[in-house]
Every structure is written in structure tokens, then in C-alpha cells.
């Protein structure tokens, strides 16, 4: 057995390891966005589902949502919104430390969706990984990016959410196939004089693991299935987000010391603007909270849509700059994740 002699227990003659501080303080710099260049309208989807316009839109608030072309691939979308993220933040690839990338539609299983972006755009040698997240995947990023800041592995850490998600739809498929759109949303995050991401709320909820999940598994596939596809249990996702959802928000406010008033948005993930709608309602969000609704024009982009909406906010309502903001992301898993921070 090791001697301990030391007053906080390390091994005697154990050399002590140097270790690593970083910043105090970390905050989003910048964003950036790109969206699939098809706006496709909901009389376009009704047929296969046996559906109609007025159906999806009371049902979702989705009047159109964006798709991508055939030969354009979520990491495309993902260099479009890193490379506007970059210049706006006014710094170099190359200082880039961290390459995050929420996807559920990688066209691989390995390697990453974020090493094949890091190389692109130059962020090599930056250490790149992909978040698999789905919807929660963007607030999980911006969780590990402060993290890795104010611990000083990274100066600068480049967060993506990005999703294909036209790939993993059956078109026949009434349950989420007409609420799903491609795009992806990068932040930069980097050093501040002041604190601009409170704690991060998180977790998940494997209990429900079935409420969100693809048609069938890889091996299932090989075998001769069809291609697996994305459907969801939607009643049980709506009533989990509506109200397990609204206690972790509240308890992302706690945790950033703030109320409900002081906040200037409030961008949950781009869901279904019922679940928008009620979630805003059970918070007590005051008129004068602008609040996200990127999902009309866009739809759900799972990682994505928080940063889109954030990007799409932000070039709306300028006077947001600057302002305290509420994100939030929910999905498959089920996981969640929920913080306040300041926008850029």
C-alpha cells in the first residue's frame, strides 16, 4: 500500500501535476447561420400524409420550412454558418482551440462531422468532436465551450448545431416528417470581462428513450429493412415539454440569479409553436420578452434551431444586443438542456 503523508492525501513522492486556469468569464461573440435553399410550403407535403395547410399550421405554426438540395450536406451547412461566425467574432481560424458539432445526420458513423469542418475552415489542429444531442445538442455545447475557457483549454471554441434532417424523413409519416427542415447555427465563444453564460441546467430522461427514435437500427437495415427514419410519439413529447420543460427553464433563471422580467428573449428550441406558446404562458414571460418563433419560415431543425432563431432574433430586433437571453433545447433521448447568457 502507498504511504500517504501529505495533509491532502497524495501519495508520498507522487510529483504534484501542473495544472491549467483559464478565463473567469466567458460569453457568445458571435453567430452565424445558413439555412437549406429550398423553401418548401406545406401544400407541397399534405398529399403523402393525407393532410392539408390549415392542419399543419394549427397543429405546429409551420407556414414553410427550409430544405437543402440533394448534394448538400449538413457540414456544408456547417461551414456556410462557421465561416460568418468567424468573421464576425474578428479572429482567425487558427484560434479556434475546441470544434463542436451537434448532428444527428452525419453521413458516417466515423469519422466526425466536426474534424472533416475544423480542416475546411482551418481551425487544424483544434480538437473537434460531435455533440449527439438531437435538440438539446447546441445548449450542451455552449455548456462545454465555457467550461473549456475558464478551465484554459481552449481560448476560443467554435459551437455548431447542424442537421440534414430531409435525409431521415418519411414523407409519409404523420407524426413529425412535416416539421423537420436542414440548417445549422455556429457560435463562437470566448473570453469576457464579464459573466455572459449563467450555469447550465441539464440532463435526461432515458425513461422515455421511445418517444423520439428511429424506425429501425442499422443492423435491421443491412438486413434487408427500409431506410430507418425519425418519427415520435408527439403527445408525449408535447406534454414533457410543456411541463417538465417549464421547471427546468425556471430552474436555468434561478440558477443565473435572474427573474423572468430581466430577461430580453426567450429562445427555446423550435419544436412546435404550440409547445412556444404554452411554454412562454407557464413562465409569465412579460410582453416584453421578444420570444423566438424561427420554426414558421424555417421549421424544426433539431441542434439548429436555437442559434438560427437566435441569428434570426437578433437581425430583427437589434436592440436585443447585448440583452440577457433564455435558451433552452429538448429531444430525443430525452435530453434537455437550459442556460442564460448574454447575447452578442
Given at each position: 500500500?502507498?504511504?500517504?503523508?501529505?495533509?491532502n492525501?497524495?501519495?508520498?513522492?507522487?510529483?504534484?501535476?501542473?495544472?491549467?486556469?483559464?478565463?473567469?468569464?466567458?460569453?457568445?461573440?458571435?453567430?452565424?447561420?445558413?439555412?437549406?435553399?429550398?423553401?418548401?410550403?406545406?401544400?407541397?407535403?399534405?398529399?403523402?400524409?393525407?393532410?392539408?395547410?390549415?392542419?399543419?399550421?394549427?397543429?405546429?405554426?409551420?407556414?414553410?420550412?427550409?430544405?437543402?438540395?440533394?448534394?448538400?450536406?449538413?457540414?456544408?451547412?456547417?461551414?456556410?454558418?462557421?465561416?460568418?461566425?468567424?468573421?464576425?467574432?474578428?479572429?482567425?481560424?487558427?484560434?479556434?482551440?475546441?470544434?463542436?458539432?451537434?448532428?444527428?445526420t452525419?453521413?458516417?458513423?466515423?469519422?466526425?462531422?466536426?474534424?472533416?469542418?475544423?480542416?475546411?475552415?482551418?481551425?487544424?489542429?483544434?480538437?473537434a468532436?460531435?455533440?449527439?444531442?438531437?435538440?438539446?445538442?447546441?445548449?450542451?455545447?455552449?455548456?462545454?465551450?465555457?467550461?473549456?475557457?475558464?478551465?484554459?483549454i481552449?481560448?476560443?471554441?467554435?459551437?455548431?448545431?447542424?442537421?440534414?434532417?430531409?435525409?431521415?424523413?418519411?414523407?409519409?409519416?404523420?407524426?413529425?416528417?412535416?416539421?423537420?427542415?436542414?440548417?445549422?447555427?455556429?457560435?463562437?465563444?470566448?473570453?469576457?470581462?464579464?459573466?455572459?453564460?449563467?450555469?447550465?441546467?441539464?440532463?435526461?430522461?432515458?425513461?422515455?428513450?421511445?418517444?423520439?427514435?428511429?424506425?429501425?437500427?442499422?443492423?435491421?437495415?443491412?438486413?434487408?429493412?427500409?431506410?430507418?427514419?425519425?418519427?415520435?410519439?408527439?403527445?408525449?413529447?408535447?406534454?414533457?415539454?410543456?411541463?417538465?420543460?417549464?421547471?427546468?427553464?425556471?430552474?436555468?433563471?434561478?440558477?443565473?440569479?435572474?427573474?423572468?422580467?430581466?430577461l430580453?428573449?426567450?429562445?427555446?428550441?423550435?419544436?412546435?409553436?404550440?409547445?412556444?406558446?404554452?411554454?412562454?404562458?407557464q413562465?409569465?414571460?412579460?410582453?416584453?420578452?421578444?420570444?423566438?418563433?424561427?420554426i414558421?419560415?424555417?421549421?424544426?431543425?433539431?441542434?439548429?434551431?436555437?442559434?438560427?432563431?437566435?441569428?434570426?432574433?437578433?437581425?430583427?430586433?437589434?436592440?436585443?444586443?447585448?440583452g440577457?437571453?433564455?435558451?433552452?433545447?429538448?429531444?430525443?433521448?430525452?435530453?434537455?438542456?437550459?442556460?442564460?447568457?448574454?447575447?452578442p
Open positions: 500500500m502507498t504511504d500517504v503523508t501529505s495533509s492525501g497524495r501519495p508520498a513522492g507522487l510529483p504534484e501535476l501542473a495544472q491549467r486556469t483559464g478565463h473567469q468569464f466567458t460569453r457568445i461573440v458571435a453567430l452565424g447561420a445558413a439555412r437549406g435553399e429550398r423553401s418548401v410550403p406545406n401544400d407541397d407535403l399534405v398529399g403523402p400524409i393525407d393532410s392539408s395547410d390549415e392542419w399543419i399550421r394549427q397543429r405546429t405554426g409551420i407556414v414553410t420550412r427550409v430544405r437543402a438540395g440533394a448534394d448538400v450536406q449538413a457540414v456544408d451547412l456547417a461551414e456556410v454558418a462557421a465561416r460568418e461566425a468567424i468573421a464576425a467574432a474578428g479572429i482567425d481560424a487558427s484560434q479556434i482551440g475546441v470544434v463542436l458539432i451537434s448532428t444527428v452525419n453521413t458516417v458513423a466515423t469519422p466526425s462531422m466536426a474534424t472533416l469542418l475544423a480542416e475546411r475552415i482551418g481551425a487544424t489542429p483544434a480538437a468532436y460531435d455533440i449527439s444531442a438531437a435538440c438539446a445538442g447546441y445548449a450542451y455545447g455552449i455548456a462545454q465551450a465555457d467550461s473549456f475557457i475558464k478551465t484554459g481552449a481560448e476560443y471554441v467554435l459551437v455548431i448545431g447542424a442537421e440534414k434532417l430531409s435525409d431521415i424523413v418519411d414523407p409519409t409519416d404523420r407524426s413529425i416528417s412535416f416539421l423537420l427542415g436542414d440548417g445549422a447555427g455556429a457560435a463562437i465563444v470566448g473570453p469576457s470581462d464579464y459573466p455572459g453564460i449563467a450555469p447550465t441546467i441539464w440532463g435526461s430522461d432515458g425513461s422515455k428513450w421511445d418517444a423520439i427514435w428511429m424506425t429501425r437500427t442499422y443492423p435491421e437495415w443491412r438486413a434487408g429493412g427500409a431506410q430507418p427514419t425519425i418519427r415520435q410519439e408527439g403527445q408525449t413529447v408535447f406534454r414533457w415539454a410543456v411541463w417538465e420543460m417549464v421547471t427546468v427553464a425556471k430552474r436555468a433563471l434561478e440558477a443565473a440569479g435572474i427573474t423572468a422580467d430581466q430580453a428573449a426567450f429562445i427555446p428550441h423550435q419544436a412546435n409553436m404550440r409547445i412556444i406558446d404554452e411554454f412562454a404562458k413562465l409569465g414571460l412579460p410582453e416584453s420578452v421578444m420570444i423566438g418563433r424561427d414558421t419560415t424555417t421549421g424544426n431543425t433539431s441542434a439548429a434551431s436555437i442559434p438560427l432563431a437566435t441569428h434570426r432574433l437578433l437581425a430583427e430586433h437589434p436592440q436585443l444586443h447585448g440577457l437571453a433564455l435558451q433552452i433545447g429538448f429531444g430525443a433521448g430525452l435530453v434537455f438542456g437550459a442556460q442564460v447568457v448574454v447575447l
